[in-house]
């Protein structure tokens, strides 16, 4: 099992530009999150998917949009990328979450850079 | 507000040595807490996931203990080793899924380990 994958690891965007960021889970979990970590800050959550075809905004989701079109797949978009949005951007995925074992697992992370 | 705080913020100890970190948390209602450690570049990994009715937990080296009436935690760390340096971030779910899948996360506690 490869877990969760996130692709691309690095990008350095221009402001402006638009970019597309993958994650791809092979272990059947229905929900998918993506969140942003800065430093001297906590993950914060961008948008999250309960499931195919649905999606939440989360606590930042200003500037992001999302798509789960596949269950094992999880977009996340920057139509117009800002200095602002220079993080490093983690995916997760995890079975419905709150009592016991839900696998919540998290990607290695995408570091991107808006110059 | 939903919060959860971890101390200290960073920790140098020698190889060898034990530490404990702490975290305390403001999140109402209170489905599990879990710890995870995060190293540089990297996403992070589940050490240790407690419910309300349990009071301490061990991964290897790892003890974690859960006080959910006074709303603390703390994560040991025994004969610590260098590959232990990394950052140790407590998260706290707040509840059920329903319509929030999501974790609140502390800060994290950068622990270095020198030979």
């Known amino acids: 099992n490869a877990g969760v994958t996130q692709t691309p690891k690095f990008r350095v965007l221009k402001t402006g530009q638009s970019m597309t960021l993958l994650c791809a889970q092979d272990?059947?979990?229905?929900?998918m999150y993506w969140y942003r970590q800065d430093p001297g800050m906590g993950l914060r959550l961008i948008h999250y998917s309960v499931g195919e075809g649905t999606t939440a905004k989360g606590e930042v989701p200003d500037g992001y949009n999302v798509s789960r079109l596949k269950k094992q797949n999880f977009l996340l978009g920057l139509e117009s990328a800002a200095p602002s949005q220079t993080s490093v951007y983690f995916c997760a995925s995890s079975f419905r979450p709150g009592q016991g074992f839900d696998g919540y697992t998290f990607g290695s992370g995408t570091r991107l850079t808006v110059v | 507000k939903n919060q959860v705080e971890q101390s200290p913020q960073s920790l140098i100890i020698l190889e060898g040595k034990n530490c404990t970190l702490q975290?305390?948390?403001?999140?109402?209602?209170?489905?599990?807490l879990r710890w995870y450690k995060q190293d540089t570049g990297r996403g992070p990994v589940s050490l240790t996931i407690?419910?309300?009715?349990?009071n301490t937990k061990s991964n290897g080296r790892y003890t974690a203990t859960l006080d959910a009436d006074t709303k603390q935690s703390s994560l040991h760390i025994t004969a610590s080793q260098l590959s232990d340096s990394a950052s140790y971030i407590c998260v706290v779910s707040g509840g059920y899924g329903g319509s929030q899948g999501n974790l609140i996360f502390g800060k994290g506690t950068k622990l270095s380990v020198k030979p």
């Open positions: 272990m059947n979990h229905e929900y």
């Open positions: 975290c305390n948390y403001t999140v109402s209602p209170f489905s599990n």
């Open positions: 407690m419910t309300f009715s349990e």
